[in-house]
């Protein structure tokens, strides 16, 4: 089955600069690769996703590159701030009979230094 | 936009006993209700797979006749821990697709667990 790494698990950031996270996955069907934030005791949230058909995609600060030859995908924080301190989880998506059962990386705990 | 509640945030019971979790979805049908759960800065681990009218999916390890999962309609899936034990103490979270190609899920708020 699927199986996604992600790394680093902690990363402490000066404000202003940027921040990047990396997602391996082993599964080469998988065709979708969400990437949410989490703050502390609140529901994870969707900040940005691709889809296998697409390289790079990008959302003001917020951008997501995937390399599907290698199996890994990367979220980048650009001019960090403050508030985006939280945990980031990566996730990616095999189509397993119609299911899109997420299987999610362990998780980087993101600190943004002021 | 499309929001799953869940019910309650938090709950604290003796062990023994039994704990429901409800997840309804608001202003949208969920067919498939997946139900995680996640311990202090862990991953989300999925643990079934809930389908409206059908039996769930369990994960390999997940124990069936512990953890409960009914999926009563199609705005509503249960979780109910039986027989909770300290070592089910956890935050467990659900989660619901929003169309029917599974691309984007939306998150219900959570439950904390704490089984003294």
């Known amino acids: 089955g699927e199986n996604v790494e992600q790394h680093p698990s902690t990363l402490s950031v000066q404000e202003g600069d940027s921040a990047v996270i990396k997602c391996t996955y082993s599964?080469?069907?998988?065709?979708?690769f969400p990437w949410y934030k989490q703050e502390l005791g609140k529901r994870p949230q969707l900040i940005i996703d691709i889809r296998s058909n697409v390289g790079e995609k990008k959302d003001q600060r917020i951008a997501v590159t995937l390399n599907k030859t290698a199996k890994h995908f990367s979220l980048h924080i650009t001019e960090t701030q403050p508030e985006d301190s939280a945990v980031y989880f990566c996730?990616?998506?095999?189509?397993?009979?119609?299911?899109?059962?997420?299987?999610f990386g362990t998780g980087t705990r993101l600190k943004v230094l002021a | 936009g499309a929001v799953v509640s869940q019910h309650p945030s938090w709950v604290i019971c003796k062990s023994g006993t039994s704990v429901k979790i409800e997840c309804r979805s608001l202003?949208?049908?969920?067919?498939?209700m997946f139900w995680y759960r996640q311990f202090p800065k862990q991953s989300l681990m999925l643990m079934a797979t809930s389908n409206e009218g059908s039996k769930a999916t369990y994960e390999q390890g997940v124990e069936k006749d512990k953890f409960l999962i009914n999926h009563a309609s199609l705005t509503l899936s249960t979780l109910t821990v039986t027989s909770a034990h300290p070592e089910d103490s956890s935050f467990y979270i659900c989660?619901?697709?929003?169309?029917?190609?599974?691309?984007?899920?939306?998150f219900g708020s959570g439950t904390r667990l704490t089984v003294v």
């Open positions: 996730a990616a998506v095999p189509p397993i009979s119609g299911t899109y059962k997420y299987i």
């Open positions: 202003d949208f049908q969920a067919t498939t």
């Open positions: 599964d080469s069907a998988s065709n979708y």
């Open positions: 989660s619901a697709p929003l169309d029917p190609s599974g691309y984007g899920y939306t």
